[in-house]
């Protein structure tokens, strides 16, 4: 199976991403070794993911997150229910129960 290329916009986010990661590990005062062993990776991952590069999965980038202490703040941006629309459109969408 053929993989579709990243689009530019996904690869800068990323970027930014990483940035973002780094200078939070800089401002605690961390090195990557020690962000990198709180996380349970190795320290070439973590420069990858802080290089911003895609092929980092899911869990790492959320188990850096949560060394830098930033996960409940990376949970709280893709929450739906925390933006006016998001409220708007589930009360409009989800059902009001589910049954069993």
Same mark, same amino acid.
């Given at each position: 199976?053929?993989?579709?290329?990243?689009?530019?916009?996904?690869?800068?986010? +990323?970027?930014?991403?990483?940035?973002?990661? +780094?200078?939070?590990?800089?401002?605690?005062?961390?090195?990557?070794?020690?962000?990198?062993?709180?996380?349970?990776?190795?320290?070439?991952?973590?420069?990858?993911?802080?290089?911003?590069?895609?092929? =980092?999965?899911?869990?790492?980038?959320?188990?850096?997150?949560?060394?830098?202490?930033?996960?409940?703040?990376? =949970?709280?941006?893709?929450?739906?229910?925390?933006?006016?629309?998001?409220?708007?459109?589930?009360?409009?969408?989800?059902?009001?129960?589910?049954?069993?």
């Amino acid at each position: 199976m053929a993989t579709r290329p990243t689009p530019a916009r996904v690869r800068r986010a +990323a970027s930014e991403i990483g940035e973002q990661l +780094a200078s939070w590990r800089k401002l605690q005062g961390l090195t990557a070794q020690q962000v990198a062993e709180r996380s349970g990776i190795t320290r070439q991952t973590l420069s990858r993911l802080e290089r911003g590069e895609g092929t =980092v999965r899911l869990d790492v980038f959320l188990g850096v997150a949560n060394a830098l202490g930033q996960l409940d703040q990376v =949970v709280l941006a893709v929450d739906p229910y925390e933006t006016a629309v998001g409220r708007a459109r589930a009360d409009e969408v989800l059902p009001k129960r589910v049954r069993r």
